[in-house]
């Protein structure tokens, strides 16, 4: 696998930006700092095993669902987008990425499935298995709110719903092209028995169809786990999630050798992730000039991006949540059973002026596009602190210097020469170089004129 042949040479800050940008939704500059020096296997084993706070579920998910009161229903579901918003504003685990991409491979939306507390049920399986895709395939068969979502509660012996094995086939495991419409309606039939028992799926196999089926090539009285052990054997599987992976966290179009590299990994791994995230992300692939700011950021990856970037993070979950809905990808409501497209999907001639909007508005402590003020959840004023944000970088009084840092820290790519000269004119606002002083009144103004120029830049949407 000479294409992920490991980087050994110690990780410089841009590195170490570039790393922490890709693997967290926190690319903070502390955490930039941390692991310079480290060699990348070394960084990213640090990241990947570094301990995680326990994240509960609501107290309300462990009652029975009322699923008649709609009013109840719709106050559960804004109340389970607050509770994940505010996990993703206070953690730096790489757990938090990977599950975004999970959550965008295992679609469900709150609308279809109604019950928040399944959704719930969902995530926390996701949260529990993100690092073991067999494992977490095998659970996504009777999840409640899978089973809901795509009707996988109503298949029954003599009458199997197709829903749920063409979008395991085509958008869970395989891809089109992979599968037969043959092996859709027979493993249609190995699906059959789920029912949702409170919180949960339960399997009765007195509703299973328990005879013979042939699913791709394969000839047995299969049942639902048979179904998911005869796919996981599939080379196109290896390939399809090695795909995924590397749409994530490297670049959009990635070579079909690199994903055979890496399907490899997969493979020998009985599809763990952890393996996977090792080898990439310390290879001197990952590290290729060019990938750097080949990726668009996500609305969450640009909202909580930027929040943790200033520490903002006790902003209005609800806010965060209008913000992200305003730009298109709405708290676990993907547009389709495909989810999200994601990429050059998220800049349009409609979301990129708001993406600037929500960028200046925020760093000058107020909501998007109005005189409103910026409040965390208990309705008290936030002004981002960008004299503390820019004092956390060395030679803070050095105007050339605190414009690269400030660059730097926020931008994927390296500014030119001529980037760097126009946002120093726009920190300096008419001053010579000499006269900056953080500590001087007229800082805080100029501080912020200098990151909304960045985050007003075209680059800023990159990662």
Known sequence: ??????????????????????????????????????????????????PEAPFPSPEWA???????????????????????????????????????????????????????????????????????????SRRIVGDAAMLRYLNGDQSIKGRPNENFAREWFELFALGIGNYTENDVLE??????????????????????????????????????????????????????????????????????????????????SEYRIRPVLLTLLSSEYFFTPNLRGALIKSPLELVVGLASALNVTTV????????????????????????WKGHHAWITSSTFPQRQRFGESFIDGRQVGSSSKLTDDAGRNLIPDVIAFMKQFPEVNDADKIVAHVAQALLAIPITKEQHEALLEIMLAGAQKYEWDVNAPSAVQRARFLIQAIVRMPEFQLM
Request: contains cysteine.
């Open 62 to 136: 462990a009652k029975t669902p009322n699923v008649v009161d709609f009013n109840e229903a719709y106050k559960l579901w804004i109340e389970m987008q607050r509770w994940w918003i505010d996990r993703v504003l206070t953690s730096t685990s790489v757990r938090e990425r990977l599950i975004m991409m999970w959550h965008n491979t295992f679609t469900s939306d709150y609308l279809t499935v109604y019950v928040a507390h399944w959704m719930v049920g969902q995530h926390q399986m996701l949260r529990s298995n993100a690092f073991d895709y067999a494992e977490m």
């Open 187 to 268: 493993a249609a039939r190995a699906f059959t028995g789920w029912r949702i028992s409170g919180l949960v799926g339960t399997y009765n196999r007195q509703l299973a169809d328990l005879g013979e089926k042939t699913i791709l090539g394969q000839t047995g009285p299969w049942e639902w786990k048979d179904v998911i052990d005869i796919t996981l054997r599939q080379p196109a599987c290896a390939r399809f999630i090695a795909r995924k992976l590397l749409r994530a966290y490297v670049e959009h179009e990635p070579s079909a050798e690199t994903i055979e590299d890496v399907a490899k990994i997969l493979r020998s």
């Open 316 to 339: 209005s979950r609800q806010y965060v949540s209008q913000v992200m809905t305003r730009l298109t990808q709405e708290p676990f409501y993907p547009p389709t059973v495909e989810g």
């Open 1 to 50: 696998m000479a294409n992920l042949r490991e980087r050994t040479s110690p990780l410089t800050l841009d590195e170490a930006f570039h790393l922490v940008r890709r693997m967290t939704l926190q690319p903070t500059y502390a955490l930039a700092a941390s692991i310079v020096g480290k060699r990348p296997a070394e960084a990213v084993a640090a990241l990947l095993d570094a």
